[in-house]
């Protein structure tokens, strides 16, 4: 099915290790994100993509890289986890404009840093 | 004061109840979203509004440019109606948006 396919669903991380997180689309759409969720807080936004080649920082970027590899993936890499990262991360794709079903999120990555 | 508000932040309703959700927002938007997200589970998007009102079976959403104000009512709700309901406001230039906290609606048999 059509759709926004993250990976990990879940990890562990030890404070000061690595990882990153994986987003692909198959929906040709131009706009991807890469969105925290904090208990009691809204969704918020670490960094997007407009466009394959471009990346942008979002509301609280700090503590994470991406790489728009093609106009399909989209990669998060927190290069040295902390406890403040535990978190849901989500993926998100649009296209650009206004578009009737509007945004696609991936399933979610729970992640908890130890 | 958060540039998108949504109340109330928790709602329990009986099944069959019709139920509102409503969402403020202080920004200039291109567009409203309304999203759901079941407990554990990832986020859909029900409805994308600028102007007027949408229906999709038993959710109607509406949304008030002048006022800044959008609402999402359910019809005959029903128990897999529970969730978080999220309104979001996409600012345009760049499809960034920015979410209200949600609301936490159970729909009890």
């Known amino acids: 099915n059509a759709g926004v396919t993250q990976t990990p669903k879940f990890q562990v991380l030890k404070t000061g290790q690595s990882m990153t997180l994986q987003c692909a689309q198959d929906?040709?759409?131009?706009?991807m994100y890469w969105y925290r969720q904090d208990p009691g807080m809204g969704l918020r936004l670490i960094y997007y993509?407009?466009?394959?080649?471009?990346?942008d920082k979002g509301e609280v970027p700090n503590g994470y890289n991406v790489s728009r590899l093609n106009k399909r993936e989209f990669s998060l890499r927190l290069e040295s986890a902390a406890p403040s990262q535990t978190s849901v991360y989500f993926c998100?794709?649009?296209?650009?404009?206004?578009?009737?079903?509007?945004?696609?999120f991936g399933s979610g990555t729970r992640l908890t840093v130890v | 004061k958060n540039e998108v508000e949504q109340s109330p932040q928790n709602l329990t309703a009986q099944e069959g109840e019709f139920i509102t959700i409503n969402c403020s927002y202080s920004?200039?938007?291109?567009?409203l979203h309304w999203l759901q997200q079941h407990p554990g589970g990832g986020i859909v998007s029900l409805f994308m509004?600028?102007?007027g009102k949408k229906k999709h079976g038993r959710l109607i959403a509406t949304i008030n440019i002048q006022e800044k104000h959008s609402s999402l009512h359910i019809t005959a709700s029903h128990p897999r109606d529970s969730a978080v309901y999220i309104c979001?406001?996409?600012?345009?230039?760049?499809?960034?948006?920015?979410f209200g906290t949600g609301t936490l609606l159970a729909v009890q048999p």
């Open positions: 509004l600028s102007s």
């Open positions: 920004v200039g938007i291109s567009a």
């Open positions: 929906m040709n759409h131009n706009s």
């Open positions: 998100a794709s649009s296209e650009w404009g206004p578009q009737v079903d509007g945004y696609t």
């Open positions: 993509s407009a466009s394959e080649g471009t990346t």
């Open positions: 979001a406001a996409d600012g345009g230039a760049t499809n960034k948006l920015i």
